[in-house]
């Protein structure tokens, strides 16, 4: 199993912007076929863990609706990350942001956590109003 060390964390006002960058140790991204998949979740306090954003290396890719339009994610094979990007933040997007990697996601379940084999510690998103 690849290790995944998510970074980014910060206390942005509403409004802000921030990215998060998930960077996989193991093989490179480029050796993955087409039902790898890497994606972010979150987890606020009280709740349950929620999905955010994947990408498939098929090409697909899905968004959560709260953050469509807001949130984009991105890789970089040259630096085995992957990045979510995170405009127009609010206080409702403060959590605990996870990445997470699967090996053989199938787009039916791209956004149920069981999905992936391998996860990050998490790093902390705060948006104050």
């Known amino acids: 199993q690849e290790q995944l060390v998510e970074s980014g964390r910060g206390l942005v006002q509403a409004g802000g912007s921030l990215r998060l960058s998930c960077a996989a140790s193991?093989?490179?991204?480029?050796?993955?076929?087409?039902?790898?998949?890497m994606g972010w979740f979150r987890q606020a306090p009280g709740k349950e863990r929620e999905f955010v954003a994947v990408?498939?290396?098929?090409?697909?890719?899905y968004y959560t609706d709260s953050v469509k339009g807001r949130f984009t994610i991105s890789r970089d094979n040259a630096k085995n990350t992957v990045y979510l990007q995170m405009n127009t933040l609010k206080p409702e997007d403060t959590a605990v942001y996870f990445c997470a990697a699967g090996r053989r996601a199938i787009v039916t379940t791209l956004t149920k956590s069981s999905t992936y084999d391998s996860w990050g510690q998490g790093t902390q998103v705060t948006v104050s109003s």
């Open positions: 193991g093989r490179p991204f480029s050796t993955y076929g087409s039902s790898y998949a």
């Open positions: 990408m498939k290396w098929s090409g697909t890719i």
